[in-house]
């Protein structure tokens, strides 16, 4: 595949940003057709769907970042010359084309493509079909700067293809595919995952823990349970499950406070068999199922554990490998736990809505990868590439 300078892709990047400006009517009619073809029983897949002024703006922002961001091609990792002359650089270097397969969300298509091209990569984007006005427009919008700056069109492609042909092309894909990354729940996951013949990074599913140690603020600890389960209920990072302790100081009381809270905030909240005896109006887990279950509503689990040994056993059996988080002002328990938790990220008094590539520093994300190889967690522009050696000899020979 050509590598493209920085400048060429920063020039498409800044076209790309008054381009979206400019046909930001034609983006905003688009969607409002999916919308209006949209069944609503499902809101966190409605919400995730909507395109306004404010999404438009972060399109444009997330563009901006990327183009702001160095080159994260050709870069050196290491540089040494072996005792027979032969020296030997690593560099970063692209995949070549990626797929992305997603559900719902229209800004995908922007993060997404921007990421892939400053990356130097190729990306085939497969939307959901909820989405496809929205996408369609937003494609052209990327072809058009391509065309501008006399590139391929090729290099973004939008894919429109139902579920037998998607099979069929992760089977026998009509072109080179090195990398797919399917964002959405575990069935999608599963589907790429039993087909795909190439390397695939997943995106799982969120199912977030909390803990609340004995030594938590408890001041702090409702703010964040509120603030993780309330603020964006069909984010991945959001919040799902609750463990209290029962050697809190005043646990019953305060189980009960935390509860009458969450109720009052409109969530419905599931208790274990532990906490029922402090929640008896509460309908208990119905099933184990629910346990594994991210609920993407104002839904939760408020149950109990009699000490951090069983919440961390529970959380790295039930958990999606997100993101969890531990509230306690003990801050030997905290790096204990923070040690032994598996998930991508894991958190200190704050709640689990940080793990997104904007709020960590990264800048637009790709996904949030709960896969531990090549790289978990939020996959920004340093993360979508790979490496390639390059060796020099003079006439060496091994021997």
């Known amino acids: 595949m050509k590598l493209l300078s920085k400048e060429i892709k920063n020039k498409v990047l800044d076209a790309m940003m008054q381009i979206i400006k400019s046909r930001k009517t034609e983006i905003l009619e688009a969607n409002q057709k999916d919308l209006d073809a949209f069944d609503r029983d499902d809101q966190a897949l409605y919400d995730r769907l909507v395109v306004n002024d404010v999404k438009i703006a972060g399109m444009i922002q997330a563009i901006q970042e990327v183009r702001n961001q160095d080159d994260p091609v050709s870069q050196e990792i290491s540089n040494i010359t072996l005792d027979s002359g032969l020296k030997i650089i690593n560099k970063t270097a692209p995949f070549g084309t990626i797929m992305i397969i997603y559900e719902s969300r229209p800004d995908v298509t922007i993060e997404a ?143 009960k406070e935390l509860n009458q809270i969450l109720i009052a905030k409109g969530v419905e909240v599931l208790a274990d068999t532990n906490s029922k005896e402090a929640l008896p109006e509460n309908e208990v887990v119905p099933t184990e199922d629910t346990w594994y279950e991210e609920f993407l509503a104002m839904k939760i689990v408020l149950g109990a554990v009699s000490g951090m040994d069983e919440a961390m056993q529970k959380i790295n059996t039930y958990s999606g490998g997100h993101s969890s988080a531990i509230m306690t002002q003990d801050v030997e328990a905290a790096t204990k736990f923070m040690e032994n938790i598996d998930t991508a990220a894991v958190y200190h008094n704050a709640s689990t809505r940080f793990t997104d590539g904007g709020q960590m520093g990264v800048g637009a994300e790709l996904a949030i990868s709960t896969d531990k190889l090549h790289h978990r967690g939020p996959l920004g522009l340093k993360q979508l590439v790979t490496n390639k050696y390059y060796v020099y000899g003079d006439g060496h020979v091994r021997v």
């Not at 190729?122 to 700067?145: F, M, P, R, T």
């Not at 099979?167 to 729940?185: C, K, S, T, Y």
């Not at 349970?225 to 919040?239: F, H, V």
């Not at 463990?243 to 646990?251: A, F, G, H, R, S």
């Open 113 to 255: 493509a921007v990421l892939a091209f400053k990356a130097n990569n190729k990306i085939l984007l497969k939307g959901g079909k909820e989405a496809y006005h929205s996408n369609v427009v937003l494609v052209d919008c990327w072809k058009q700067a391509l065309r501008e700056n006399d590139l391929d069109e090729s290099w973004i492609t939008m894919l429109q293809m139902n579920r037998a042909e998607t099979q069929e092309f992760l089977r026998n894909p009509d072109q080179p595919l090195d990398l797919i990354v399917p964002r959405g729940g575990e069935r999608l996951i599963d589907f790429v995952k039993q087909h795909a013949k190439c390397a695939v990074l997943v995106s799982g599913r969120g199912n977030n823990f909390l803990y609340v140690h004995p030594e938590a603020d408890w001041k702090k600890t409702i703010e964040v349970i509120i603030n993780a389960k309330t603020d964006k209920i069909s984010g991945c990072n959001a919040l799902d499950k609750v463990l209290v302790d029962k050697n809190l100081p005043e646990y019953e009381s305060r189980i």
